[in-house]
């Protein structure tokens, strides 16, 4: 199936710093990226659709100001998590969108192996 | 998007089949039924797709009654590699909600030896 990456994996940083997450689509171009979190022992909680090109929808009481999401590529997505606090801890999964009007295909969305984020 | 419902958790051996059932009432006329699986601080892993009848891949089993309110997952011979949250998902993956998955509390597979 298709490859998408996440860069870092693994962050620590200090409140009040900002830190800035990559999700790539490695082998196929993604109109649509979706960014997640999810805490311990929680499921996945959609926190914005990113639209290559366009403003990011974000789902609701997800904070745009604080979480910027930029589409600049059809292989790129980032997400910025500005002025992290401890409690934006979390594991956040990119998500990257193939052709849709390809029903030959069963998968069409692929997943990101995350990032987890420790604020300190 | 309709809502799942799922066991939150579930034992198994190695070796035994498991089946997993997933219930979405509420499911348009549009929309598919997917199956994630999910090891911990790994995203979630594409297993199976289907809109009605039965679905068969390598990994597993899907099987969807003719009034499409509820679906199985079915494992066939777990291992302890099996142990993971399993998410069942429905939606219209292309047109409408421009392909968002919404997940719910997903079920909790335990394999024991």
């Known amino acids: 199936g298709a490859v998408v990456s996440q860069h870092p994996s693994r962050v620590i940083c200090k409140s009040g710093t900002s830190v800035k997450i990559e999700c790539r689509s490695l082998?196929?171009?993604?109109?649509?990226m979706f960014w997640y979190r999810q805490f311990p022992k929680q499921s996945l909680m959609l926190m914005a659709t990113?639209?290559?090109?366009?403003?990011?929808?974000?789902e609701q009481g997800v904070e745009k100001d604080k979480f910027l999401i930029n589409h600049a590529s059809l292989t790129l997505s980032t997400l910025t998590v500005t002025s992290a606090h401890p409690e934006d801890s979390s594991f956040y999964i990119c998500?990257?969108?193939?052709?849709?009007?390809?029903?030959?295909?069963?998968?069409?969305?692929?997943f990101g192996p995350g990032t987890r984020l420790l604020v300190l | 998007l309709a809502k799942t419902t799922q066991p939150i958790s579930m034992d198994s051996y190695e070796g035994q089949e498991v089946n997993i059932t997933c219930s979405h009432n509420?499911?348009?006329?549009?929309?598919?039924i997917t199956w994630y699986q999910q090891f911990p601080s790994q995203g979630p892993r594409f297993i199976i797709q289907?809109?009605?009848t039965k679905v068969t891949n390598e990994v597993a089993s899907l099987f969807i009654p003719a009034d499409r309110k509820s679906s199985t997952l079915s494992l066939p011979r777990v291992s302890l590699s099996d142990t993971a949250v399993y998410y069942c998902?429905?939606?219209?993956?292309?047109?409408?909600?421009?392909?968002?998955?919404?997940f719910g509390q997903g079920t909790e597979l335990s394999v024991k030896p």
């Open positions: 998500s990257a969108r193939s052709n849709p009007r390809d029903r030959m295909k069963q998968e069409t969305q692929y």
């Open positions: 082998d196929f171009q993604a109109t649509t």
């Open positions: 990113s639209n290559e090109g366009s403003k990011a929808t974000y």
């Open positions: 509420n499911i348009a006329t549009n929309d598919y």
């Open positions: 289907g809109y009605k």
């Open positions: 998902l429905v939606g219209d993956m292309i047109y409408n909600q421009g392909g968002k998955l919404i």
